[in-house]
């Protein structure tokens, strides 16, 4: 069963306060999606393993520590995903950048893929695929398979807000795949809208309707 880690830094839980607020605009939720990122980004690196090299220093040589493991791949489901890949970047400039394109039928909820574009070298990555929000989990769940058809071994679930319907949808399909949120909610409304939520993550994302 895939672990579910939720990050409560006072940080993230601060500025999530704000992204969940109505009053917040288009520009300053973006910006605090962009933070949190990061912010995030940097708890769900911790387990990255390193190893041992010599370097010179000005004064001598010295055993120090750089990073061993695979490289990484950043995946945003298209189109919230978008807003955490900025921030993400900052802390692991060299990631590769793929993208899946889903969306969820408004009738049905159900994901609706439209594009995938992935590196490469799909085997020898890491995956870290990232979506503001996992409210029923039928996005994430066919943006991880996707990903999986496609030869992805090794991946990671990263989102602000989920709901408990979603992680367990998410744990059963993908038991390999661990899950960080900032926060869990209560629940999933009759539209399959996160309570209490941010409301619709694109939208508020892009200015949109
Ligand atoms: C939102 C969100 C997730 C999905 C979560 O995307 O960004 O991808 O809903 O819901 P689920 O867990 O029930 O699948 P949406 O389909 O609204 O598309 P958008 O990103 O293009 O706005
Ligand atoms: N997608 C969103 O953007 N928000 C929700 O609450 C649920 C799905």
Sequence with gaps: MGK???FDHPLIQHKLTYIRDKNTGTKEFRE???EVGTLM?????RDMPLEEIDVETPVQTAKAKVLS???IALVPILRAGLGMVEGVLKLIPAAKVGHIGLYRD???LKPVEYYVKLPTDVEEREFIVVDPMLATGGS???AIYALKKRGAK???FMCLIAAPEGVEVMQEAHPDVDIYIAALDEKLNDHGYII????DAGDRLFGTK
């Design 154 to 156: 090794n991946i990671k």
């Design 106 to 108: 408004p009738e049905t």
């Design 140 to 142: 994430a769940v066919e």
């Design 41 to 45: 980004a940097f708890e769900i690196t």
């Design 69 to 71: 493991g695979k490289k």
């Design 32 to 34: 605090l999606v962009d």
């Design 196 to 199: 209490p939520g941010l409301g």
């Design 4 to 6: 579910v880690y939720v």
